[in-house]
């Protein structure tokens, strides 16, 4: 990724324009800020350098360099090119607003049904969550998590409601949800209602995991993916993962890896719920009692066999 300005500098000094201060910095977050002056810095000699550097070189995620340089775009401060991004000429641009006429000016175009549906929501959230006095910063947001996530204006508003209900309503977590519901399958309201009854239901599980192990800790990521395919892909409810955790009664300090074994090899068997397991158990049970029944026949069979007694030794020994 490279940046590009048409005029070079070669002194130490990185100019800032005085229009970007009084038109653009108050409605930017503070990473965008940040961002935009490294940018310019970068600028001054062309510098090659990708969104991964320059997220250590900023410490903070490649997601926020990726939604920072969204909101960048649409201040009209950068534009993408085929090389990177370039750096907008403020000046330039001033001058053409103020002595071009536009032949189809901005605030005037005619928006489409979906554009005026995602702007009405924006309004709504601005309303509802912060009181009439959003920030720019978070339109723009609200617009690039449109973009990417494609969510139904419904699902955008419960976004909101989401984390306001949790005291986190700040850019991090919102887009944290986002990604979550977004790999979740979710688009639409109702997509939505299943998928957070399917999360309520997970959290719960998980929670009855620990406290039957006694972990006095929570779980890792790793573990989390053991129980996730437990319950989306085999399908398994708690009284099944219930009965794994019995079988760890004789073992010291039982891992969750354990029950993974015992559970990953029931899936192999065809075993889908308990009930398929105490079939399976009294099936074992019945084989095992057929088995020592068989074996005591074959033993008693020997034992009473009849011996033959010889009273006429002499004659015997005769025929030898």
Known sequence: MKFIQKNKMELCDTPVADLFILNNMVSLEAIDIKLYLYMLYLSKNGTEIDKTNIAKKLCVTEQEINFALDRLQAEELIIKSSQGFIITDLKEMEVNKTYIPKLEP??????????????????????????????????????????????????????FHYCQERNALNKKYVYAVAENWYNG???????????????????????????????????????????????????????????????????ANPTISYINGILSNWHKKGYKNVKDLDNATKAAEESSKQYVKNTVKEKNKFQNYEQRNYTDLESFYDNV
Request: with cysteine; hydrophobic share 40%.
């Open 185 to 251: 399958g979710v688009k639409t309201f109702e997509q939505l209602e299943e998928f957070l009854e399917s999360y309520e239901c997970l959290q719960k599980i998980k929670q009855k995991i620990v406290k039957a192990l006694r972990l006095n800790r929570n779980i890792t990521k790793y573990e989390e993916q053991y129980i996730n395919t437990w319950v989306k892909e085999y399908n398994y409810d708690f009284a099944m993962i219930e009965e794994a955790l019995k079988r760890t009664v004789t073992i």
């Open 106 to 159: 901005k605030i005037n175009r005619v928006q489409s049904e979906l554009e005026r549906k995602r702007i009405a929501a924006a309004e709504a959230i601005n309303e509802s969550f912060f009181q009439g006095i959003m920030s720019l910063g978070w339109y723009t947001d609200i617009g690039t998590l449109f973009k990417n996530y494609n969510f139904s204006e419904e699902v955008m508003i419960a976004l």
